[in-house]
């Protein structure tokens, strides 16, 4: 079977691509699987792929490349159309609402055509549209399958399989080293700000324990201004990008996740996956998607003295050992269920019974 997996860009270091090649390195073992990313803004994808799934792109945005046409959104919506409209594979999975529409409105209809989400859509009209044009979306999470069903009032079935881990097996944490990690863009819906300030209470009681940051973003001028503010260069500090974050996890005892909303939840189940207990705070659409309070890691209420709870959360699980280990095994457990050889059985499954239907 030919499966083509349309992403905006394949060479970005965003947890939706992380899932994406994870999950076409699996299938890749059975299928013929090709990444076609819209754009192609550097040499190599940042997460390494697979050598058995092909890559390939509508635009080259890398430095130096001569154009034809010139650059702009109409450049590309129309080679993104042309391609589509010539594409041969048996199955087209879109990543981005955006690019759902442009399925539903350009790709061959025998094809099967199916939208993974993540998040809401930012303009709801042309999702109610187009959308039922497809043959099924696909969330990660039952808050969003649940959401996208009444966006698009059941004219289309939404079916709940959640992202790829990496093939295993999976580095695990030895839980000896006094290191808290977090992982992730370093953007302001990520909040780093209040695990920083969070963990100014835990360095004053703990000096001996210290945060690593990994990540890049607009966020790391002001981050870093805030740790020389807090006097934190002892105990902060900024590792730069990985493509190995499972890898980097297996080195901390604690990951710790602030983010406001988590409606993609690579970093946490890769932090499960290498034996690592999370504290997160349990915000809506957040962390408490994945993590089971008490038993894969630790939900902190947010709202007034959010900050202090959570520095309270984090020194609990730094003085109490037996805890953190029984969590991490919890944690390893609910991992599980996200390893790429189970995931893609169900992908395949789903497009059977799409192909059925078609």
Known sequence: MRICLLVPSAYGMRGDVRSVVNLAGELAERHDVEILSVRRHREKPFFPVV????????????????????????????????????????????????????????????????????????????????????????????ASREEWDRLLEEKVPVTLIPDALPGGPWPRSRMDNR???????????KSHDRLIRAFAVVADKRPDWRLRLYGAGPEEKRLRALVGSLD????????????????????????????????????????????????????????GEFVTHGRSGVLVPEGDGEIEAYASALLALIDDERRRRALAAGALGAAAAYGAPSVAVRWEKLIASASRGA
């Open 232 to 287: 934190l260069h002892n105990h902060v500090y900024f590792m730069g990008t990985t493509s190995d974050l499972t890898g980097e996890f297996a080195k901390a005892s604690i990951v710790a996740t602030t983010s406001r909303t988590e409606a993609l939840g690579m970093t946490v189940i890769e932090a499960m996956s290498s034996g690592v207990p999370v504290i997160a705070f349990d915000s809506p659409r957040g962390p």
């Open 51 to 142: 050598p058995g799934v092909r890559m390939s792109w509508v635009i080259d945005a890398r430095p130096g490349v001569r154009h034809l046409l010139p650059r702009g959104q109409m450049r590309t919506e129309v080679a993104l159309w042309r391609r589509l409209r010539t594409l041969k594979a048996d199955v087209l999975v879109t990543t981005r609402p955006g690019l759902g529409v442009q399925a539903a409105r350009h790709a061959p209809r025998e094809m099967v055509r199916l939208a993974r989400e993540w998040g809401r859509p930012p303009v709801p009209g042309p999702i109610r549209k187009f959308y039922p044009r497809l043959d099924g979306v696909v969330t990660a999470t039952e």
């Open 179 to 189: 290191i808290v990690a977090a992982g992730g863009r370093l953007i302001p819906v």
